[in-house]
Structures are given as structure tokens and as C-alpha cells.
């Protein structure tokens, strides 16, 4: 069985601070995790993907998230907030079952103060 | 390249009708995935295709829902007797292979409005 848990269901921070979502996750196999950021009214966007390699992952727009095995985390952050990351963003675990099937956290949604 | 599309982008209909909700994937893609997300949600997932075959609809929420993908492309949700509790956003997603780490790719999804 699989899960993930976003503590957070709002995180606001002021443009240009950093960026911390925080994501826990429970899975019977070696995980992949994934991060996806949704828009409003746009689609979801893969930001990184884990999948057993480097543990500190780099993803697009200057996201990046390190698995810690120890921990059951998968945190995603970013050094510097900029006004274009207000977004809601997904913690996304999948379990090494043969195929990707995928289970999403609740979302945590960050807001960016200017 | 296109990405993954969905039609209709929204669908307003009265309870008990029947609707149908349409996914085209990223050509060549083999793997098709259906999520329901609510409102304040993430997304839910509904049912796995690889190539034509279903090959996981345990998320399927009861035998309202059905979907198809008769040729290994394109595939059709299909809901009967709807229900208010199905309002939601229906998304879409493909992938290049079903196997683990395989970025899915979705689409903008379909808005549901069961009145």
C-alpha cells in the first residue's frame, strides 16, 4: 500500500525567501516521488521525480527535493521565491508494483507575498 | 507536439443523464491513466489502460463508471445515471510506458457539473 501526507495544506512566504513544502510518504516497495504543480486553470506540470538515483533531486524553475529513506520525506524546496511559484503543488508517491499507479497528496497551496 | 487533450472542457448536465468524457493521449503513447480531482483535492486515481486492455480500474468508484480504449489511443469516460457527488474535474494523463518513473503527462481536464 502506498500514501503520501502534505503537512501543510497553505504555505505563504515573502518574494525571494525560501521555499519549504513538506511531503511524507508510506510505501510497502522502493518508491518513485514525484512533484507536480497545477496552475490555476492550467494543467498539472512534473517539477522532479525520484526514481532510486541521486537522492537530492533537481527540478525545473530552481525546485528541488531530497529523499531521505530515514525519514519518509520527500521536501520540496527552493532558495528564493519568485511571484510565478503561487501555485498548488503535489506530492505524488508510486509504488515499484510493475506499473505507475500513482497516489497524489491533498496539495499544499503557496502563496508568494511581493 | 500536441499535448494530451480532453473534451469537452466543461459539462454542465442534470442528474440521472449520461455523459461521456473523451481523452486524446500524446500520440504514441501506450499508457492512459483517469483521475477525479475535487474541489480542495488531489487527484483520485480511476482506472490504468495499457494499450487497449484495463489493466487496474480498482478506482473506479461503482458501476456508474466505465471507460474504453477500443483502439489503444484514444479513450472515453463514461458515466451513467449521474449524480451531484460526481461533480469534479476529470483529468487525463499518458505516459511512454506503464513502468515505474515514467512521467505521466496530463491534460487541462474536464470540469463536471452534475445539477
Known amino acids: 500500500a502506498q500514501s503520501v501526507t502534505q503537512l501543510d495544506s497553505h504555505v505563504s512566504v515573502s518574494e525571494g525567501t525560501p521555499v519549504l513544502l513538506r511531503c511524507n510518504y508510506s510505501?510497502?516497495?522502493?518508491?518513485?516521488l514525484f512533484w507536480y504543480v497545477q496552475h490555476p486553470n492550467k494543467g498539472l506540470q512534473l517539477l522532479l521525480k525520484y526514481t532510486s538515483a541521486a537522492t537530492l533531486v533537481k527540478g525545473i524553475n530552481g525546485f528541488e527535493a531530497e529523499f531521505k529513506k530515514s525519514e519518509t520525506s520527500f521536501h520540496l524546496t527552493k532558495p528564493s521565491a519568485h511571484m510565478s511559484d503561487a501555485a498548488e503543488y503535489f506530492c505524488?508517491?508510486?509504488?515499484?508494483?510493475?506499473?505507475?499507479?500513482?497516489?497524489f497528496g491533498t496539495g499544499t497551496k503557496l502563496q508568494v507575498i511581493p | 507536439g500536441a499535448g494530451v487533450s480532453q473534451t469537452p472542457s466543461n459539462k454542465v448536465t442534470e442528474k440521472g443523464k449520461y455523459v461521456e468524457l473523451r481523452c486524446d493521449p500524446i500520440?504514441?503513447?501506450?499508457?492512459l491513466y483517469w483521475y477525479r480531482q475535487s474541489l480542495g483535492q488531489g487527484p483520485e486515481f480511476l482506472i490504468y489502460f495499457q494499450g487497449t486492455g484495463a489493466a487496474d480500474d480498482s478506482g473506479l468508484p461503482n458501476d456508474r463508471f466505465f471507460a474504453v480504449r477500443p483502439e489503444g489511443s484514444v479513450s472515453t469516460l463514461k458515466i451513467q445515471r449521474t449524480e451531484r457527488g460526481d461533480s469534479a474535474v476529470y483529468l487525463c494523463?499518458?505516459?511512454?510506458?506503464?513502468?515505474?518513473?515514467?512521467?505521466?503527462?496530463f491534460g487541462p481536464g474536464t470540469r463536471l457539473t452534475v445539477l
Open positions: 505524488v508517491v508510486s509504488d515499484s508494483g510493475g506499473y505507475q499507479k500513482v497516489t
Open positions: 510505501s510497502s516497495y522502493s518508491p518513485s
Open positions: 500520440s504514441g503513447h501506450t499508457a
Open positions: 494523463a499518458s505516459s511512454s510506458s506503464g513502468g515505474q518513473g515514467g512521467e505521466q503527462f
